[in-house]
C-alpha cells in the first residue's frame, strides 16, 4: 500500500491556499505574521470580550496562526525536524481559539471555522476528532448554511483520513461525493487518491482506468496555490511511475506499454520507462520488461551510457528467458553502444575481452551444430573489432562451412582492407571473397567483389573477365546506365578479347535501347561501325533505327523542344539513304516531313512529301494519301492554285465524280482560276441541293453575260428564293440592266423579295428628283391679276401632284422615297405659305377691305402651313426613330463593295436631307466610313497562313472577305472554323 507522506506534506499546502481564500488574509511572511500575532494578541488582552470587535479579532488571530502553523511546517519539512519551528504550538493555539468562537458566532459562519478546525486536528495527529468534525460538517451542512465548497472540501478530507485508516470503501465513497463538485481544488490529487483506493481494494481494473483517464488529461494535474492554480509536474511523473505499479500486478501487454509511454511526460518518458521496465524486471515479468526496454531504446536523446547501460540489461532479461537469438541481437545493440561509447578501443580492453569471451564461449557450446546465432555474433564481432584479424578468418571459415557465402565475402573484405597482413594473405582473401560473392548468388555481393578485386587485385589475367562480368552484374541488376558506360568502355578496349569486346558492344547497345536513349545508341552505332568493320552494316542499321526512333519520340511528346527536333531533323536530312530499301526510305521522309511540320519549316516538309510520292514502290492508297495530305497543307496556307493543281493528280477513290468536279471548282474558283468546267461537269454527274445551287449562282456571277446565265439557272435557284434574289441583285450592280432581269424579277418566288423591290423603285427616285427640280423653280408673277391666279393655280396643281407623289411613296414602302417626298412637301408648301403673304395688295381696297383680303389670305395658307409642318414632323420623326433606316445603315456597312454601290444612292438622298436626327446620322456614319483596303485583306490572309489554327485571325479574314474577299471564302473559313471548334486542328 502506498504511503501518505506526500499527502502529508501537501496537506498544509493546500489548508493555507483554502485558509487564504476562507479568511481573504494576505500572503505574509514570517515576520510580518510574528509581528501581526503579538499586536492581535496585545490587542486582545486589552479588550473586552463583550467588545463587539471581538469576535471577529479572535477569528482573524485563529486564521493568522493557522497559517504561521502551515507556514512553519514547511520549514520544519526542509529542515527534516518535528515542530523545531513551533508548528505544533500555533496549531494547538488555533484550535482553542476556534473551539471557543464556536458558541459565540452565527450558524451561518461555522462552515469555514469548522473545516479549518478540521483541518488543524487532522494536522495534529487527531484523526478521530478531525473525522468527526468533517462528518458534523457534511451532516449540517444545510442545516448551518455551509457552503458546498466546504462540504466539497470535508468529503475530500474525510476520503484522505479514511485512507489513513485504510478503510479504502470508505475513502473512495467520500471521493467520489467530492468529485462530484467540479469546482473542487486539487480535483486531480483527490482523484488519484481514489485510484490508490480501488488499487488497494483489490479493485485493479478501475484503478487502473481511473489513473489513465487522469492522465489522459494532463491539464487537470494541477495544485492550487496562493497564486492560483498550476499545472504540477512532480506530481505527474508520480501518477505515471504508480501507474506501472499498477500495470504490473497483472500480466503488462504491449497495450500497456504504449499506452504507458503516451501517457508519460515528454520531459521524464526516458526515467520512467526505465523505471516500468525495472518494476517489470522485478516482479519476474521478463517478456514485458524486455519489451519495455525496447521502447526505451527508441527514445530520442539517449545518452550513450544510458544506451549501453540499456543493452546490458537487454542481454541480461533475454539470457534469463532463454532466448539465444535475442541475446544475440542485444550484442549487436551492445556492440553498437560500444562503438558509441568508447571511442578509443584501448581504453576499453576489458569490455573487449567481455564480448570476445561471448563469442568463442557459444562456439564452444555449438561446435557440432553451428548456427546463424554464433555466425552473427562473429560478424557484430569483426564488425566492432576489425583489427582482430583471428576471429575474423575464424567467422569467414565458419560461413563458408555453414554455406553463407555472402558472410564470408564480407568477413574476407575485412581481411583484404586489413594493411597489417601480408600481401599473399590480403590477394587469397581477394580471390576468396570473389569466390565466396559467385557462390552467394547475390549481384550486389558479387559486384562488390569484382570492384574490390579490381581495385586491389594483382592478377591481370582475370582483370578484364572481371570487369566484364561486373559490367553484366549491373545489366542484370538493370543499372543500365552504369552498365552501358561499362559496356562502351570494354568494347573500346583494344586489349581485350575480340568476342568479350563485340558482346560489350552489343549489351551496351541494349542497355541504351531499355533506356530508350536513341540518342546515344545512334552515336555508339556509328563508332561501332567504324571500330567492329566487320559488323558495318549492322551498326549502321542500328543508328538508323535509334535515328527514327528519337524523331518519333520527339514528335509524340507535347513537351518537345524545337531545338532538340531541329536537331534531329537535320541528322536525318543529312542520312545517305542511297543503299537502303524503300520501306526505310519512307520511314526516313515520313518522320522527316512530321518533324518539319511542326517546326515550321515549310519548304522541308513540302519537299519531305513530294520524296514520298516520288518513292516507285509506294503504294498507290499511301500516295493518295500523301497527296491529299500536300493539298490540305496548300489550302492550310490559303495557296488555292497549288492546292487545286495538287487535287488535280488525286484519283478519289472513293469520291464521286460530282463531289471531285465540285472539289475541284470550289479550289480553282478560290485561286481565281476558271472553275466552270468543274461546276458544270459536277452538275452534269448529278450535284443536287445547296451546293448545286451555290454552284450556280457562282456561274451566273462568273460569266460574261451574268443577265443571260441567271436567266438559264433561274428554274433551278427559284428552289431557293433568297439565293435567287440575292444573285439577282449583284447581277443589276454589275449590269444595272432591269429590263434584262424583268422575267426573272417577275418570278413569283422573288416578285415581293428585295431585289425585285429596289430595282422597281430606282425609277421612283428619277421622278421625285425631276419632279424636284419642277417644283423648285416654279414662280407666282404678281404682275398682273391674271397672271398671279393663273400662277397661284399652277402652283396648286404641283403641290397636288407632290400629294400623290406621297401617295406613291409609301406604297414603295421605300424609307429613302418616303423621307424626300416628305421634304419636298415640306418645302413647298412653306414656299407657298410665304409667297401667298407676300402678294401686293390690289388697289382701291379701303383699310376695311384690306383687312378682309388679309384674313382670306391667312385662310387660304393655313392648309399648306399645316400640310408643311406635318410633313416636316414625320420627317422629323423617321429621321430619328425609324427601324428601316437603322436597317439601312447596318446593311450598307456590311455589304460588299458591289451591293454598297446600288445603296449608296439611297444613303446619299437620305445623307442630302436638309433635316438631321439619330438615324439620319447613323447613315452618314455608315456612308462615310472607311472602305476595307485590299491591303487589309492581304495582310489578314498572310496572318491566317502563317498561323492557320488561330480561330481569332481566322474570324477576322471572314470579316474582311466578307465585305471585299471572295464570295467562297466566307463559307470555307466557316467550315475551318467548325473544324477548330469541335477540337480538331487544320
Excluded at 573500346?492 to 578479347?497: F, S
Excluded at 494519301?625 to 495538287?646: C, I, R, S
Excluded at 448545286?692 to 433551278?716: F, I, Y
Aim: charged content about 30%; aromatic content about 6%.
Amino acid at each position: 500500500m502506498r504511503t501518505l507522506k506526500r499527502l502529508l506534506i501537501l496537506s498544509p499546502i493546500l489548508a493555507g491556499a483554502l485558509f487564504t481564500q476562507i479568511a481573504q488574509a494576505e500572503k505574509m511572511n514570517n515576520d510580518t505574521q510574528d509581528l501581526v500575532v503579538g499586536k492581535m494578541e496585545r490587542v486582545l488582552s486589552a479588550m473586552d470580550s463583550k467588545d463587539p470587535s471581538w469576535v471577529p479579532t479572535q477569528q482573524r488571530l485563529a486564521d493568522v496562526l493557522a497559517e504561521r502553523a502551515r507556514s512553519r511546517f514547511m520549514l520544519e519539512v526542509e529542515a527534516n525536524c518535528d515542530g523545531c519551528k513551533g508548528s505544533k504550538a500555533d496549531r494547538q493555539k488555533a484550535i482553542q481559539i476556534y473551539e471557543n468562537l464556536l458558541s459565540k458566532i452565527q450558524l451561518n459562519e461555522h462552515g469555514p471555522v469548522l473545516f479549518q478546525l478540521g483541518h488543524l486536528y487532522e494536522m495534529a495527529g487527531q484523526t478521530d476528532k478531525s473525522i468527526e468534525l468533517f462528518e458534523s460538517i457534511v451532516k449540517d451542512s444545510k442545516k448551518k448554511s455551509i457552503s458546498p465548497e466546504i462540504v466539497s472540501r470535508s468529503h475530500a478530507e474525510l476520503g484522505d483520513l479514511y485512507f489513513q485508516k485504510q478503510k479504502f470503501k470508505d475513502a473512495k465513497k467520500n471521493y467520489v461525493i467530492a468529485l462530484k463538485d467540479r469546482k473542487l481544488q486539487n480535483r486531480s490529487l483527490v482523484i488519484y487518491n481514489m485510484a490508490w483506493s480501488d488499487f488497494n481494494d483489490d479493485k485493479l481494473v478501475s484503478a487502473i482506468k481511473t489513473l489513465e483517464g487522469l492522465l489522459g488529461k494532463p491539464e487537470l494535474i494541477t495544485r492550487d496555490t496562493e497564486a492560483g492554480s498550476t499545472y504540477d509536474p512532480v506530481f505527474h511523473a508520480d501518477i505515471v511511475r504508480d501507474l506501472g505499479t499498477f500495470y504490473a500486478r497483472r500480466a503488462i501487454t504491449i497495450k500497456d506499454i504504449a499506452r504507458y509511454e503516451v501517457l508519460s511526460p515528454k520531459e521524464k518518458r526516458k526515467e520512467l520507462l526505465l523505471n516500468f521496465a525495472q518494476e517489470a524486471d522485478r516482479i519476474g515479468q521478463k517478456q514485458a520488461a524486455h519489451d519495455i526496454l525496447s521502447r526505451y531504446l527508441d527514445q530520442e536523446g539517449l545518452t550513450d551510457t544510458e544506451t549501453l547501460e540499456a543493452f546490458v540489461r537487454m542481454a541480461k532479461i533475454n539470457y534469463d528467458r532463454g532466448q539465444a537469438a535475442q541475446s544475440t541481437q542485444d550484442f549487436a545493440k551492445a556492440a553498437k553502444a560500444f562503438k558509441n561509447t568508447c571511442k578509443d578501443p584501448s581504453k576499453c580492453e576489458d569490455l573487449k575481452k567481455t564480448m570476445k569471451s561471448y563469442v568463442t564461449e557459444l562456439h564452444r557450446s555449438k561446435k557440432l551444430k553451428p548456427d546463424q546465432d554464433l555466425l552473427n555474433s562473429y560478424v557484430i564481432y569483426s564488425n566492432t573489432f576489425p583489427e582482430d584479424t583471428e576471429m575474423t578468418t575464424r567467422g569467414a571459415q565458419l560461413a563458408m562451412d555453414m554455406g553463407k557465402p555472402a558472410v564470408a565475402a564480407q568477413l574476407y573484405r575485412a581481411i583484404s582492407d586489413n594493411s597489417s597482413l601480408s600481401e599473399k594473405e590480403r590477394q587469397n582473401a581477394l580471390l576468396n571473397e570473389v569466390a565466396a560473392g559467385e557462390k552467394s548468388g547475390d549481384i550486389a555481393i558479387q559486384k562488390a567483389a569484382y570492384i574490390n578485386f579490381l581495385k586491389k587485385g594483382k592478377d591481370e589475367g582475370k582483370t578484364f573477365e572481371v570487369r566484364y562480368q561486373m559490367a553484366y552484374l549491373s545489366y542484370q541488376q538493370k543499372e543500365l546506365k552504369e552498365a552501358a558506360v561499362a559496356f562502351n568502355q570494354l568494347a573500346n578496349d583494344k586489349d581485350g578479347k575480340p568476342e568479350l569486346r563485340k558482346k560489350s558492344a552489343d549489351l551496351a547497345l541494349d542497355s541504351l535501347a531499355q533506356l530508350k536513349n536513341d540518342e546515344q545508341i545512334q552515336e555508339l552505332a556509328n563508332d561501332y561501325a567504324k571500330l567492329f568493320p566487320n559488323h558495318r552494316a549492322e551498326f549502321e542499321a542500328t543508328s538508323r533505327k535509334a535515328l527514327m526512333n528519337q524523331a518519333a519520340a520527339l514528335a509524340n511528346n507535347p513537351n518537345s523542344s524545337k531545338s532538340d527536333m531541329r536537331t534531329v531533323l537535320k541528322r536525318i536530312s543529312a542520312t545517305n539513304l542511297a543503299a537502303t530499301k524503300s520501306d526505310e526510305k519512307l520511314l526516313f521522309y515520313s518522320n522527316e516531313a512530321i518533324l518539319a511540320q511542326k517546326l515550321g519549316e515549310e519548304e522541308v516538309y513540302v519537299q519531305a512529301l513530294n520524296k514520298q510520292i516520288a518513292v516507285a514502290e509506294l503504294p498507290a492508297a499511301k500516295k493518295e494519301a500523301l497527296l491529299e495530305q500536300l493539298t490540305g497543307y496548300y489550302e492550310k496556307k490559303l495557296d488555292f492554285a497549288n492546292a487545286y493543281k495538287t487535287a488535280l493528280r488525286l484519283t478519289m477513290p472513293k469520291v464521286s465524280d460530282k463531289d471531285r468536279e465540285f472539289r475541284l471548282g470550289t479550289l480553282a474558283d478560290l485561286a481565281n482560276l476558271n472553275p466552270e468546267r468543274h461546276y458544270r461537269a459536277s452538275l452534269r454527274a448529278g450535284l443536287k441541293g445547296d451546293r448545286a445551287l451555290v454552284m450556280r449562282t457562282r456561274l451566273v456571277l462568273l460569266s460574261k453575260n451574268p443577265v443571260a446565265e441567271l436567266k438559264n439557272q433561274a428554274p433551278e435557284l427559284r428552289r431557293k428564293p433568297v439565293l435567287l434574289n440575292d444573285t439577282a441583285l449583284l447581277v443589276f450592280a454589275r449590269t444595272s440592266n432591269a429590263n434584262g432581269l424583268k422575267s426573272v424579277l417577275d418570278m413569283k418566288e422573288i416578285r415581293n423579295r428585295s431585289a425585285a423591290q429596289f430595282i422597281q423603285k430606282q425609277p421612283f427616285y428619277n421622278k421625285a428628283q425631276t419632279f424636284r427640280s419642277q417644283i423648285a423653280v416654279h414662280m407666282i408673277v404678281a404682275k398682273s391679276d391674271k397672271q398671279m391666279q393663273r400662277g397661284i393655280s399652277e402652283r396648286i396643281k404641283l403641290l397636288s401632284k407632290a400629294d400623290g407623289l406621297l401617295t406613291e411613296a409609301n406604297r414603295t414602302r421605300d424609307i429613302a422615297a418616303q423621307l424626300m417626298v416628305l421634304e419636298i412637301m415640306a418645302q413647298e408648301n412653306h414656299r407657298m405659305v410665304r409667297d401667298l403673304a407676300n402678294l401686293p395688295m390690289p388697289k382701291g381696297l379701303t383699310p376695311q377691305e384690306q383687312a378682309q383680303y388679309i384674313d382670306i389670305l391667312k385662310q387660304k395658307s393655313k392648309p399648306y402651313l399645316w400640310k408643311a409642318k406635318f410633313a416636316e414632323q414625320r420627317e422629323q420623326d423617321l429621321l430619328n426613330n425609324s427601324p428601316a433606316l437603322a436597317q439601312l445603315a447596318q446593311d450598307y456597312a456590311s455589304a460588299r463593295p458591289e451591293v454598297q454601290n446600288i445603296l449608296k444612292r439611297e444613303m446619299t438622298i437620305i445623307a442630302q436631307l436638309q433635316m438631321t436626327g439619330k438615324m439620319k446620322s447613323a447613315v452618314m456614319s455608315a456612308l462615310n466610313s472607311s472602305p476595307v483596303q485590299t491591303s487589309d485583306l492581304a495582310s489578314a490572309r498572310k496572318s491566317v497562313a502563317a498561323e492557320p489554327n488561330n480561330a481569332a485571325e481566322i474570324v477576322k479574314l471572314k470579316s474582311l472577305e466578307t465585305k471585299m474577299g471572295h464570295p467562297l471564302m466566307v463559307s470555307y473559313l466557316e467550315g475551318r472554323l467548325n473544324q477548330l471548334q469541335r477540337g480538331k486542328s487544320l
